[in-house]
């Protein structure tokens, strides 16, 4: 995306045009974010492609095909990410995906509401329920309207809790 300033003195009021091929969810939560002063985030809509193998078609005694499907999921359903054996995972409340993103690339392009907690999880701020601390280990994170549970080190739980009680 180009960005470019123009001063002109001579204005009464900041006016800001928006040009784009296509009225894409990133361009109307930009003009949203604009038009609310700036105090919305911009990109937390954004969608995610993931996904899901699923079981296909069983022919005479053969192995179960896997068939793999592609989702859209908005970022904030996403609950939080983590890798296991390799594999990095996306959490909702009810589903597992993958991505093939790396956990690493992941934390450059999502939003600031979501955060490392740990070298294999990355989790979705405004979705944490509780906390239970343990002072031996990883402390449980649980998530809003989930079963589901991520944990975070030592390491990170610090900052962690500073990052929450700001807001």
Same mark, same amino acid.
């Given at each position: ?49 993931? /996904?899901?193998? +699923?079981?296909? /078609?069983? %022919? ?41 993103? /790396? ?16 070298? %294999? ?6 979705? +944490?329920?509780?906390?239970? /601390? ?11 309207? %989930?079963?589901?549970?991520? $944990?975070?080190?030592?390491?990170? $739980? ?10």
């Amino acid at each position: 995306m180009k960005v470019r300033i123009e001063l002109d003195p001579e204005l009464n009021e900041e006016s800001v045009v928006i040009h784009c091929r296509e009225l894409s969810p990133e361009v109307l939560a930009l003009q949203r974010s604009l038009q609310q002063g700036g105090t919305q985030p911009i990109y937390e809509e954004r969608t995610i492609l993931l /996904k899901q193998e +699923i079981p296909g /078609k069983q %022919s005479r005694g053969e192995p179960v095909e896997w068939l793999e499907k592609e989702f859209y999921i908005p970022l904030t359903e996403i609950l939080f990410y983590e890798t296991e054996n390799k594999i990095v995972q996306a959490h909702t409340g009810t589903e597992i995906y993958q991505t093939e993103q /790396k956990l690493y690339e992941l934390e450059e392009w999502l939003p600031g509401s979501f955060m490392r907690i740990s070298k %294999s999880t990355i989790v979705n701020l405004r979705e +944490i329920y509780a906390i239970t /601390k343990n002072l031996a280990g990883a402390s449980r994170i649980e998530f809003l309207g %989930s079963h589901k549970s991520a $944990y975070a080190s030592r390491s990170y $739980y610090k900052a962690l809790t500073e990052r929450l009680k700001r807001g």
